[in-house]
């Protein structure tokens, strides 16, 4: 996360860490007891056993629990080559059990429609706090907001396609946004702001609009972060998780 500030898992209780081969490689967000949503890039080609999460600690090398995970479902429709449909969801092996540092994050409603420019979203995970710079230890948030599709498409012009399945959040100075090792993050609506619905798990935690995609370097002005829309793949979702 760059420019944002350290913050306690009881603010994003929802956030989890996610170890590949012991190794954090990704962010993620709980969606129930035995369901983690994160970007599908980050685990394409991993092999469930060897993909462990760390709820419940704002650090992701200390504290918490570890949970295995015992499946791993991608969107049928990922593509590598242009990141559409950037979402994958973990089934757990044991189910979480809630407390004020591991809780469910809300999801958009079905058929919630496409953010509105200027809507603010925070941003959290354990990447770099600057473009090819180190990872942080413990869990930052920044707050961004929502560009709309064509601005983003044409900064984006000849580095790749922002599809329907993609937002694009930042701030138009830029200093802001999501980094290497974010990936799989969740960017959310805090309660109360616009774009909240009734899905499931928790709104009073906020909406999970977003999981942290791609984007060209960290933060640099004109090129704002993108998401994988959660509302736009919203389907996918309520069929792995029932």
């Not at 913050?7 to 967000?29: D, F, K, M, N, W």
């Not at 929502?146 to 601005?151: I, K, N, P, S, Y």
Request: aromatic fraction near 6%; charged fraction near 10%.
């Amino acid at each position: 996360i760059v420019g944002g500030t350290e913050v306690p898992i009881e603010a994003h209780p929802y956030q989890i860490a996610l170890l590949y081969g012991g190794a954090r490689t990704c962010g993620g967000s709980i969606l129930s007891p035995a369901h983690i949503i994160t970007a599908a890039h980050c685990v394409a080609s991993a092999t469930p056993t060897r993909l462990r999460i760390r709820a419940g600690s704002a650090r992701c090398d200390a504290g918490g629990i570890l949970v295995n995970v015992s499946a791993i479902h991608i969107h049928p429709n990922y593509s590598a080559p242009t990141v559409d449909n950037d979402l994958a969801i973990l089934t757990l092996s044991e189910n979480l059990t809630y407390s004020l540092t591991i809780a469910p994050v809300g999801l958009p409603a079905f058929g919630a429609g496409v953010l509105a420019s200027g809507t603010e979203v925070v941003v959290s995970g354990w990447g770099a706090t600057g473009e090819g710079g180190a990872n942080s230890p413990t869990l930052r948030a920044v707050t961004v907001a929502v560009v709309g599709r064509e601005e983003c498409r044409a900064g984006y012009r000849g580095f790749g396609p922002v599809t329907a399945s993609m937002f694009c959040a930042g701030t138009p100075a830029g200093g802001r946004n999501a980094c290497g090792g974010d990936s799989g993050g969740p960017a959310v609506v805090v309660a109360g702001g616009t774009g909240t619905g009734t899905g499931s798990g928790n709104d009073g935690l906020g909406v999970l609009v977003g999981v942290v995609s791609w984007g060209h370097g960290c933060g640099r002005k004109g090129f704002p972060g993108v998401y994988a829309s959660t509302s736009f793949l919203r389907g996918f979702i309520g069929r792995v998780t029932g």
